[in-house]
Structures are given as C-alpha cells and as structure tokens.
C-alpha cells in the first residue's frame, strides 16, 4: 500500500467506512510508514475532539431543548383539543346551510319560469264550452297521440 | 393551525337532508285540493327552421300539427291555484289569459280559461283534463306569425 493510498483509508476509518480487511492493512501500513501514523493519529485525535465539542454544546443547549420540548408537547395537546372542537364543528356545520337551502328552495321551488320541457302524460282533454265576442273559435282533434287544439282565428285581423 | 374537514362527514347527511326538504317542498301542490297551471307561449312563424329545445317532446308534434316552420318559447309561467281562485298570467303582446280550476273529481282538473286583448275578449272556455295533461291554445297574431299557448295542470 503506499502513502496515497493510506491516506484515503485513513479519512475512511475515521468515517468509519473502512472495511475490516481494509483496515488490517492500513495497520500494517501505519507499522512502517510513520508520517501516515501520524496523521492517522492526528486524524482519530480531530474525530475525538469533534465528539467532545458536540457533547459540550449539547449539554449547553440542553435546557433550552427542554424547555423547546415543554412547548412542542404542549402545541400538540393544543392542537388535539382544536381538532376534537372542531370536529363538533363539523359534525353539525351542515344544519344551518342545509336549513338555508331548504327555505330558499320552498321559496323559489314553483315560481320559476327555466323549469324542465314540457312532457305531458296525456292528451285526454274534454272541452266543455267554447265562445267568443271578437273572433272565430275551432276546436282542432288530430287523434290521441296528439293535443287538442283550440285555434282562434281574430276577426278583425283575418 | 389544522382546518377541520368539512367534506366527508358534513357532504352526504346535509344532501339527504337537503333532497327530503326539497320533496317535501313538491308534495304539496299534490296533496292539498290545488291545481298548478303551466302555461308557455311559443311562437310559431316561417321565420328560419329552428325549433326550440324548450318545447321538450311536444317539439316533434308541433310540427306535425301546423305549417309553421320555426317554435320559440317566448315566455312560460306556472301558478298553483286553489279551487275557485283565479291566476292571471301575462302573455306577449299584451294579452292576459285568466285560469280559475274549478270542481272536479279524481285526477280530473277543469279550468275556466279566458283569454282577452285590452278590453276584447278572445276566448272563454271550459276544458277538462287528467292530471298531467295539455291543451294547446293557438292563432293570436304576434309579429310575423302565432302565438301557441301551451297550458297544462298538474
């Protein structure tokens, strides 16, 4: 193995990438080469120090973590309690609009002239009487299939 | 903050609600001793070939019926009256037809209809139909052509 190379393992082993055989070689490379031993070492020396460093700020933040920790548990108490006010919300939100819609709909429900096409069920039609002071009046009877008509023929105008 | 959802739970019971009052808004008509009047004023003339979509399956009888080669729904008016009260319906160029359901039994629906132009009476009649049934009242002038009065009861 040569120095290059050692190098690039020894950033490895301090990763903690090195693979066991990877790294029974690297030793025995350390064992003859005493400027990759000491940067091996200098290396492992950072990687500790680095650990220490994060455990010091740790225990620095710590009660502002806890205290960050009171207030996530709180929130979420908070939002449970929301959530279950809401869902009552929900569960009867539907009655007031259903009662609007329904007196707006016994409101307007047989006044409107945009209704479906006309689709008699009959033709049926008896016609009792039939007169007129200024025109001519025919009752016209096509058969069953069709309408009764009642045509007026105006006077004055014909 | 988290927004309920309204969607799910709230959609279906407030439809079934909003459909039962909707049926109970239609029953009425049938039940109490009311007659609703429909009454739509198409008019007929040789101006172009359409007809129109409005008249429903009555379309192909008009044709069938008259010479005329267009129909257009002018105006179309419903009034639900009770036996003995008289509705008045407002028709195109200035004609009014009055319709007073009178007595009648079972499905059956008379009507008193009269239709004027200013102080001129057009027509007065008495006509008897079912339920669900149609008349047609046709030949007042308008424009270039006819009026066809469409009434039925229900």
């Given amino acids: ?158 | 903050m988290p927004r309920p959802d309204l969607r799910g739970r709230a959609g279906a019971p407030a439809l079934f609600f909003l459909l039962f009052l909707l049926l109970l808004a239609a029953i009425p008509s049938e039940a109490a001793n009311t007659v609703t009047v429909d009454v739509g004023a198409a008019y007929a003339s040789n101006e172009g070939t359409s007809i129109d979509p409005a008249l429903g399956t009555i379309r192909g009888k008009l044709r069938s019926m008259f010479n005329y080669t267009s129909y257009r729904m002018l105006d179309r008016k419903r009034r639900t009256l009770s036996v003995g009260e008289t509705g008045e319906f407002e028709l195109p160029g200035r004609r009014t037809m009055r319709a007073t359901p009178l007595p009648a039994r079972g499905d059956k629906v008379r009507l008193s209809i009269q239709i004027s132009e200013g102080p001129r009476n057009l027509l007065t009649t008495t006509i008897g139909l079912r339920r669900g049934g149609m008349v047609l009242v046709g030949g007042p002038t308008h424009l270039s052509g006819v009026l066809i009065l469409i009434i039925s009861a229900e």
């Avoid at chain 1, 609009?97 to 329904?102: D, E, F, R, S, W």
Wanted: aromatic fraction near 6%; charge should be negative; hydrophobic fraction near 50%.
């Fill in chain 1, 1 to 158: 193995m040569d120095c290059r190379a050692a190098l690039m393992e020894i950033a490895a082993k301090a990763d903690g990438i090195l693979s066991r055989e990877a790294e029974a070689g690297l030793a025995a490379h350390l064992a003859v080469c005493p400027a990759c031993a000491a940067e091996d070492a200098a290396t492992s020396a950072t990687g500790s120090a680095l650990r220490a460093l994060a455990g010091i700020r740790a225990m620095e933040k710590a009660p502002s973590l806890d205290a960050m920790w009171t207030r996530v548990r709180a929130g979420i108490g908070e939002g449970r309690e929301e959530r279950r006010h809401a869902s009552w919300i929900a569960r009867w939100a539907w009655l007031p609009a259903a009662v609007t819609l329904a007196v707006l709909a016994l409101l307007f429900y047989p006044a409107g002239t945009d209704r479906s096409p006309f689709h008699p069920s009959t033709f049926d039609v008896s016609v009792e009487d039939v007169e007129s002071d200024s025109a001519t009046v025919a009752l016209v009877d096509k058969g069953e299939d069709l309408p009764r008509v009642i045509w007026i023929i105006e006077d004055a105008k014909t």
